[in-house]
């Protein structure tokens, strides 16, 4: 029996990368003999996954794509959190680009076609990232703190440029990490499994189960710093517009409260299910679990993973939910494409512009108008 389990194709050497999910990508031969007479295959499954990341990929890819176009060519002039939420869109995408190999996989009733190399880029690129997206959320929340917090003297690290250069430094830094874990795919012989995303076990790599519960800690660092930067946020907010009642604006900050805590919500949604599986899903992988067990935990998984990827969808709402010029403008074009009403979109574009260069001269306005100056950097 040995004999034959070592006899098994492989499909990627046993190295399980940083970002990648434990249920793709690695996977030997003792493994999959051990998994053998566990079948995590169910019909059921598979089409739910396909109709659901069909929907998240065009829903995702035409927001996105909008998202993209209304950053790049209507915010002339960005801020830095212009500049986060740019680079979360890029992100999105890139994520969206490898959904369509997994809706194949689940198509062909999964099985995997195109080689190991990009089993490993695909699986290696979809995590990437999604934790690239949480690390910029939560550069965002704390922009948005430390501008809330530190309004008369702007920090240094809070300027477009900077931002930019953190981006940067988050791109190569994934960047980096994904030549590294790919790299070796290059350098073995390839195989004739046909298993991509597939569950299974870490008994002998410990090491590797500690990286990802590492990787789970650090997501809810990042959870718990989000949700106090979005609780001090509002309450000033809040103070604000209760100490300006009279202030023909103040209800703006009202609302810009309730919108600071559009980006709590979708990281709530989207990835605190599967970051709360993932304790279980890991510790699973480190033991011997029955056949039964298995199944729940493989199908759990996979329908959490469907929350992350819902991600993509949902920040594009953020976008337009947060800048109430983006929305305008994109709602302005969409009706000059579908009823060609170009003498209403010359005059509600004039009007956003106006109130652009309105609320860029409010928050040029002296040290003593600190409230404007808040509003301006939201």
């Not at 493994?31 to 396909?50: R, W």
């Not at 198509?107 to 880029?121: P, Y």
Request: with cysteine; aromatic share 12%; charged share 15%.
């Amino acid at each position: 029996m040995a004999v034959a389990s070592a006899d098994l194709p492989t499909l990627i050497p046993y190295k399980q990368e940083f970002w990648s999910d434990p249920t793709n990508l690695t996977i030997n031969a003792s493994e999959i003999h051990n998994d053998a007479s566990c079948p995590l295959d169910d019909n059921s499954l598979s089409l739910a996954l396909i109709v659901f990341y069909s929907i998240i990929f065009v829903v995702g890819l035409v927001g996105n794509i909008i998202a993209l176009f209304a950053f790049l060519c209507i915010h002339q002039k960005r801020n830095s959190i212009q500049v986060y939420l740019l680079n979360v869109a890029v992100a999105d995408l890139l994520l969206i680009f490898c959904l369509p190999f997994r809706i194949l996989y689940h198509a062909t009733n999964n099985s995997w076609m195109f080689g190991r190399v990009l089993c490993k880029v695909v699986g290696t690129l979809f995590y990437m990232n999604m934790y690239i997206s949480i690390v910029l959320l939560g550069l965002i929340s704390l922009d948005r703190y430390i501008k809330i917090n530190k309004s008369v003297k702007r920090p240094k690290m809070l300027t477009t440029t900077r931002s930019v250069q953190i981006c940067c430094t988050v791109w190569a830094i994934a960047l980096t990490g994904f030549i590294v874990v790919v790299a070796p795919s290059f350098k073995t012989e390839d195989s004739n499994s046909t298993l991509c995303f597939h569950y299974r076990s870490k008994q002998n790599a410990k090491t590797e189960a500690i990286l990802n519960y590492i990787t789970v800690l650090i997501f809810w660092i990042v959870f718990f710093l989000l949700i106090l930067s979005y609780v001090k946020i509002a309450k000033n907010l809040l103070k604000i517009s209760r100490r300006r009642a009279n202030f023909p604006n103040a209800g703006k900050y009202t609302k810009t409260a309730r919108n600071s805590f559009i980006v709590l919500i979708i990281f709530t949604v989207c990835f605190v299910p599967y970051h709360m599986f993932r304790f279980v899903y890991i510790t699973s992988q480190l033991q011997t679990p029955s056949c039964y067990w298995k199944g729940i935990i493989h199908t759990c998984n996979e329908v959490m993973l469907i929350f992350s990827s819902f991600n993509s969808c949902l920040d594009p709402v953020m976008y337009f939910l947060m800048s109430r010029s983006v929305r305008k403008t994109v709602l302005q074009l969409i009706c000059r494409k579908l009823h060609g009403e170009s003498s209403l979109n010359l005059e509600s574009t004039s009007d956003i512009k106006l109130g652009q260069y309105t609320q860029e001269r409010l928050s040029t306005t002296t040290p003593y108008s600190s409230y404007s100056r808040k509003k301006s950097m939201i």
